[in-house]
Every structure is written in structure tokens, then in C-alpha cells.
């Protein structure tokens, strides 16, 4: 019995799945584009609820890059959430400031992940017009 099958098998299968690796390790997405993909899926697929705004703050690291937030709560199933978005990306589509806080927004989340939501993606918003405006964000 020749061992030269076996080794020709076994080798096959170690360069077939090193290559495997090197592709799936060569498409991996940066945390902006599965940010990005994550908004895209949830406001294309996800349920609506009403929520509140709770704070619109803008965080400087420091760095000289500043990260805008939206605080906001809602509740799904009896069970109230308090989530926050970063729209630091989104600031072309929006402008928010203070006058957002206290006001209603509609919230996209999934429905088999509640606490995975959004108030603003590329194609959709919930908030809604300001109680100080007369401008809406659609």
C-alpha cells in the first residue's frame, strides 16, 4: 500500500484551505463599512417603534476629531431601551443640535435583537421636526 495518496490528498486539502483563509482574511471590512452595512439592513428591514430624544452631544477625543451622538430610549415587548447612535458620518445629511432633546424620533431596530437600532441611516430618518424648527429631516 503506497502512502503517496494519502500525502497527495492531504495536501490538497492544507493548500486549499490556507488559501481559503487568505481570501476571507483579504475581505474583511472596516468597522465604518459594517457600520454602514449594519444601518443600511436595519432601515431597509427593521421595525418601527416610537422613541424619545434624550441628548444630541458631540465628544472630542482629544485627537481633533470630534464623534457626534444621539442618545435616544424606546421601548420594544415592555422591555425600555436607552441607545446611542453615532451620526458623526451622517452630518451632511443632518443638523442637529439642541432643539432634538425631548422630542419624539421614530427608531428602526431588528426584531431579533431589539437593542440593535438606529434613529438615522443614509436612506431613512426618524427624527423627526424639532420643537424649535420649521424644517424636517427628510
Known amino acids: ?27 474583511k471590512k472596516t468597522p465604518e463599512q459594517r457600520e454602514a452595512l449594519r444601518r443600511q439592513r436595519i432601515g431597509t428591514q427593521g421595525r418601527i417603534t ?22 435616544y430610549a424606546y421601548q420594544v415587548a415592555g422591555v425600555q431601551y436607552e441607545c446611542a447612535q453615532e451620526v458623526t458620518h451622517l452630518r451632511p445629511l443632518l443638523e ?13 431596530y431588528d426584531p431579533h435583537h431589539p437593542g440593535n437600532s438606529i434613529v438615522v441611516a443614509e436612506s431613512w430618518c426618524g427624527l423627526r421636526v424639532a420643537p424649535h424648527s420649521s424644517t424636517a429631516l427628510q
Not at 1 to 27: D, E, H, Q, R
Not at 96 to 108: N, Q
Open 50 to 71: 416610537d422613541g424619545t430624544v434624550l441628548d444630541v452631544c458631540e465628544y472630542d477625543y482629544g485627537t481633533g476629531q470630534s464623534v457626534q451622538m444621539v442618545l
Open 96 to 108: 442637529l443640535d439642541g432643539h432634538y432633546v425631548g422630542s419624539a424620533t421614530g427608531v428602526r
Open 1 to 27: 500500500m503506497s502512502l503517496l495518496p494519502i500525502y497527495t490528498v492531504t495536501g490538497v486539502t492544507v493548500v486549499s484551505a490556507a488559501s481559503a483563509m487568505a481570501w476571507f482574511n483579504g475581505k
